[in-house]
């Protein structure tokens, strides 16, 4: 209906229906603004929530957090609804109020809800907690001991973790080889900033002179 067509009708209506339709406008008017107060509302509250959320599980930024910990919240949530003062909330409405919550985590903030790892990745999970807990030495048996009763698929998985721990080793030595060296370089440049000229030519005389120069150094590794 066009403001026109309401105008004329307004014209011919009797005192009844313009006091209904005063009571009526004032009701529905009421109704518009408390559903907007209570959409702004029902946002600052879920945005409150879903920043507290985030900064618990979620500190990094990655929009997403740990199953056993989305799961454990979901689970601890709803049962503390449902035992709340008064009787509390069926559960379809407390599980109604975390699913709102759910959905504004994922289109406000972008988040992923976390799945249930494969039973492939807990058992991987289970045998790395496994191989973790173990000594060198311990690691060493038990990859004995599973080859010696034919456990070929645990021994294999000794012999990977020997063969991880020994690189990681080297590499850490290594490391802490190139540390020393370097600290060396860096003392003798030192050490030949300070040097007077004799010492310097009979240096560059060590230079040159290159077979002079590996005698020396076979009797310094000795």
Do not use: H
């Not at 003062?85 to 699913?99: F, P, V």
């Not at 590996?214 to 009797?219: P, Q």
């Amino acid at each position: 209906m066009d403001k026109k067509t309401a105008k004329n009708l307004i014209v011919k209506a009797s005192v009844q229906a313009l006091r209904t339709a005063g009571i009526l406008t004032e009701g529905i008017n009421g109704m518009i603004t408390a559903q907007s107060n209570f959409e702004k509302n029902s946002y600052q509250a879920l945005s409150n929530m879903a920043d507290k959320f985030q900064s618990e599980l979620d500190a990094e930024g990655t929009n997403t957090c740990g199953y056993e910990d989305w799961k454990n919240v979901r689970a601890k949530v709803i049962q503390d609804l449902q035992l709340k003062q008064n009787g509390g909330y069926a559960d379809s409405y407390a599980k109604r109020g975390w699913e709102d919550f759910a959905k504004f985590l994922k289109s406000d903030r972008d988040f992923i809800q976390p799945k249930a790892p494969s039973k492939q990745a807990v058992s991987n999970a289970k045998v790395k907690a496994e191989l973790e807990s173990l000594t060198d030495d311990e690691l060493i048996l038990a990859e004995l001991d599973a080859t010696a009763i034919k456990d070929y698929t645990k021994a294999g998985q000794f012999q990977k973790e020997n063969i991880r721990r020994s690189k990681v080793s080297d590499l850490e030595q290594k490391r802490t080889d190139g540390k020393a060296l370097t600290q060396m370089k860096n003392a003798l440049k030192k050490w030949v900033g300070k040097m007077d000229a004799p010492q310097i030519v009979a240096l560059s005389w060590l230079q040159q002179n290159p077979t002079a120069f590996e005698e020396l150094v076979k009797k310094s590794s000795k």
